[in-house]
């Protein structure tokens, strides 16, 4: 089951901070985030696998709620290139197939 | 880090001409992996998961006869775009874990932009 992106589109200027949210309606293993740059491959940003968790640092982190069914990436202080369409990801088992939410597309302006 | 790589990253062909892209684990042994495609300003849909040594298996929609996926090692996955058609024109891109390291994180190969005229 794909898992639900919100915002599907995001507009900042540099320096300010944003949030994507990834829901599923039923509890995940896991939940990866992604970014992507045109006609590139998706670049690895994080995987959050425990119910509460929060990972990363200062300036990208996310987190993953108790009940594993929503988990939200933070952008904090936003620089240019954090320009790119960002996924979520979730599998319901472990080792499972990895399911991609239809993205959020991040604009940073000067 | 585990290496991913996918070969080739571009190809043009004519329609109804077979196509094929490859999917390497470099630096370690990936019994599944996982095919995807991505038409423009959409995301990446799973099309199968490729298990080394016996048959794939297809998402929902996915024709079998027209994506034939091998897994013949267990470094290697191949897809192949049989009689390809202008609408089979999208971005394939594969991906691997590392279940020795007990990765859950996946690996995604450079990706091939498949043009078909």
């Known amino acids: 089951q794909q898992p639900v992106q919100s915002p599907q589109a995001v507009i900042l200027r540099e320096g300010e901070d944003a949030v994507i949210n990834c829901s599923s309606s039923?509890?995940?293993?896991?939940v990866h985030w992604y970014r992507q740059k045109h006609g590139e491959a998706p670049v690895f940003l994080m995987i959050?696998?425990?119910?509460?968790e929060q990972k990363g640092h200062e300036k990208i982190s996310a987190s993953f709620n108790e009940k594993k069914q929503q988990s939200s990436l933070y952008l904090t202080a936003s620089q240019l290139s954090y320009s790119g369409t960002y996924f979520c990801?979730?599998?319901?088992?472990?080792?499972?197939?990895?399911?991609f939410g239809q993205g959020t597309i991040l604009t940073v302006h000067p | 880090g585990a290496v991913v790589s996918q070969h080739p990253s571009w190809v043009i062909c004519k329609s109804g001409t077979s196509v094929k892209i490859e999917c390497r684990s470099l630096?370690?042994?990936?019994?599944?992996m996982f095919w995807y495609r991505q038409f423009p300003k959409q995301s990446l849909m799973l099309m199968a998961t490729?298990?080394?040594?016996?048959?794939?298996?297809?998402e929902q929609g996915v024709e079998k006869d027209k994506f034939l996926i091998n897994h013949a090692s267990l470094t290697l996955s191949t897809l192949t775009v049989t009689s390809a058609h202008p609408e089979d024109s999208s971005f394939y891109i594969c991906?691997?874990?590392?279940?020795?390291?007990?990765?859950?994180?996946?690996?995604f190969g450079s990706g091939t932009q498949l043009s078909v005229l």
């Open positions: 991906s691997a874990r590392d279940r020795t390291g007990k990765e859950e994180k996946l690996f």
């Open positions: 039923k509890a995940l293993y896991s």
């Open positions: 959050l696998l425990k119910g509460g």
């Open positions: 990801g979730s599998t319901g088992t472990s080792y499972g197939k990895l399911t």
């Open positions: 630096d370690f042994q990936a019994t599944t």
């Open positions: 490729s298990n080394e040594g016996s048959k794939a298996t297809y």
